[in-house]
């Protein structure tokens, strides 16, 4: 079992930047995926990132590629995602998300196999 604690959103101007970090307590040595999330009162739960702890793989959502950039510390306790060139779009409560695997997989973007889940934060881009 992990525990997720996130921070770094906020309130920014259309072309702005911000850079939230979700930090992982793990009590296991289990392999991982992790992931943000966001969502906005009109849209459903999307996948913006993901990252396999284990293998060190990354996606991106197409809406976000060139933009966005996730990333990991050196000891794997620390997601970070990098958001440049900020848009209305962008605005939504942004969620850390993870689940362990034991057998290979594709983290993939279904919001039903993450079962660990941080607190969100909430990003608000204005124009």
């Known amino acids: 079992q992990v525990q997720l604690v996130e921070s770094g959103g906020g309130s920014v101007q259309a072309g702005g930047s911000l850079r939230l970090s979700c930090a992982a307590s793990?009590?296991?040595?289990?392999?991982?995926?992790m992931a943000w999330f966001r969502q906005a009162p009109t849209n459903g739960r999307e996948a913006v990132a993901t990252?396999?702890?284990?293998?060190?793989?990354?996606h991106l959502a197409d809406s976000v590629k060139g933009r966005f950039i996730i990333s990991l510390d050196n000891d794997r306790k620390t997601m970070f995602l990098e958001m440049s060139s900020l848009k209305p779009e962008d605005t939504g409560m942004y969620y850390c998300?993870?689940?362990?695997?034991?057998?290979?997989?594709?983290?993939?973007?279904?919001?039903?196999?993450?079962?660990?889940w941080g607190q969100g934060t909430q990003v608000t881009v204005s124009s």
């Open positions: 998300a993870a689940f362990a695997y034991y057998d290979p997989t594709i983290c993939g973007g279904t919001a039903g196999r993450y079962n660990i």
């Open positions: 793990k009590s296991s040595y289990s392999k991982y995926c």
């Open positions: 990252v396999d702890l284990d293998t060190g793989r990354t």
